[in-house]
């Protein structure tokens, strides 16, 4: 079987930058299922992006499949014939395999038996099924708004110029958005002004490196650019290197080089993160700090040409960057002026959400919540009413409008300069932390009160007015706002009532609205974050499952006990006393009706291992109380794990459900309070070992 190097590339004009790694690879993922599915084999695939193309070179590639057998299966013999005549299932089958059902084969397996068609099938060449593999690749790439161009009906993600595609030194007879495909490429569009000719798929890189002057390879020109920012920053100061930019920038440049420029340092008057954003959201220029993360009057910008007079390319660059920076000056300026408080009576004209109202409408809402949240978790209460509500006014500010990624930090610069409380400024920025998975958390009780009661107050709204998230549609940001609850109120050890939370923001809704239904949903769909939450820590989801049964609204409550059922797990008795468990949960499950004793009457205990457990259980009360008041989860289940002997030969020896209707309902009562000794942590009877 003859084998060789396919090389594919696609040549268009300048591809969307923040979307070319992942059309890249969609464009692999879809050439390489073809192949596979056409039983053609390889060894590898190589995968090429720029700016102008997608380009594939697979190693090692058959030129032809191999013969092989296709086996269809039809219906099974019962279904198949009826007193001997063919049933219209097993005709139909026959019809549509071209044959005679006398040519078909009766297959018998364990299962049963079924007819066949076997026809042996004579490979086909990897020419004849390029362009439909290509073309089916083309059309799966997640590509949410194709174009069209010139007269043609063809659609893609930007018009395309040239197809190469080359199988070893032979150009294959494919044509795809009707341009026939060819072994010339284009190079890079200053520095090449030719077609170049790539004489053999397998050296494809070297020669779009050497004489088109590209890096096609995306990984090594990103490296190449991470070592010259590296580089050309060493004796600058720390360059700011945002992974996504990094990315579009690759994504943006065929033969990157890094270059430093500079702008007047009376801009640096103005808050950095400013001016940081200017550079990389504007610009896509990294900017440069020192060594204690202020921002320095230069920047580090990509350039995709070797110029001949690169002053003049960094005379264009700080040219571009400077009036940017003239209004972000300007709007810092004008803003400065005008006290926070000024901008509140605006934000009665800006709208939150239709049926809930403005902006000024929610900061009423959360300033509620946040004093009744500062008041259960020891915060000033008037450093967090400050804070609430002031929260939302930099919304009208200069700054903000213009950089909307800014909201809450611009608030805090502005508190400070106007001598607002050093903790109400930085709660208006923490009040947004964390944006994302992963990101910080607010740092003072003042701030997580107020992030909690932002965050509640959407939720609650959101859910109240029927706008629940289904699938992939969170307009509202709902998932990621549930989680960022969670995780305050865990991670920063809030011992607060989750639901009773969600009763306050549901009271403070607008009278329109029926709030007080939701609140079960809500709780019900936070809760479930917690159950993805526990899962990225590593509980086991029976583990989740043991705590869920028992209907608990504390969050912080709920982690503990987790953690706890997650190491009782480990233990030696824990086998033996989730069987015990399990009996224990099917025997008062069935037996809810029989009149339980509240207290086990001694006297009524009949044979010594019931007496023995009695005795072992009621040892242990004192401590299992003290334990539960202290909510120490894990000793309580270490002392309990001493009931697996005593417990295990009860059952050996006992029939709970005796004859003798006090006597039984004594053991009843003695199981119910076993029961309700694990259940001061869990349900452990849903554990599975």
Partial sequence: MIKDTLLIEIGTEELPPRALNNLSEAFKKGIEAELKAKKLEFSGIQVFATPRRLALVISDLQAEQADYTNERRGPAATAAMKDGVPTPALQGFARSCGVEVDQLTLLE????????????????????????MIEKSLKGLPIPKRMRWAGHDFEFVRPVRWIAILFGDKVLDTEIFGI????????HRFHTDAPITITNAKDYEAIMTEKGHIVPDF?????????????VTANVGNPIVNADLLDEVTALVEYPNAMIGSFESHFLNVPQEALIIAMEDHQRYFPIVDKNGKLIDKFCFISNIISAEPEAVIEGNERVIRPRF?????????????????????????????????????INRVKTLAEAIAKEIGANEALVSRAARLNKADLISDMVQEFPELQGTMARYYANAQGEDRIVADSLEQVYWPRFAGDKLPETKEAQALGLAERLDTIVGIFS???IPTGSRDPYGLRRNALAVLRILIEEKLNLDLLKLI???????????????????IFTYIFDRLRAYSSDLGVSSDVFASISELKLTNPLDIYHRLLAVAKFKSLPAASSLVETNKRIHNILSNNKEEAASDQVREN???????????KATHELSSKIESFVAAKDYEAILTALSNLAEPLAKFFEDTMVMAENLEVRHNRIALLTEIRNDFETVADISKLQL
């Fill in 326 to 362: 003239a209004d972000a000056e300007f709007f810092w300026n004008e803003d400065c002026e005008k006290p926070l408080e000024d901008y509140l009576a605006q934000l009665e004209n800006v709208v939150f959400q239709t049926k809930l109202g403005s902006q000024a409408d929610k």
């Fill in 604 to 614: 009524l205990l009949e044979n010594d291992s019931e007496k023995a457990l009695f």
């Fill in 180 to 187: 026939k495909a060819s072994n010339t490429s284009r190079g």
């Fill in 465 to 467: 007015i029927g706008e």
């Fill in 109 to 132: 397996t364990d299962k049963g038996a079924w007819y066949t068609f076997k026809e042996e099938v004579k490979g086909e060449t990897l020419e004849s099924l390029l362009p439909e």
């Fill in 503 to 521: 009763e306050i923001s549901a009271s403070t809704m607008p009278a329109t609205i029926e709030a007080n239904r939701s609140v079960e949903t």
């Fill in 219 to 231: 990984a090594k020109r990103k490296a190449m650019i991470e070592a010259q920012i590296k580089e």
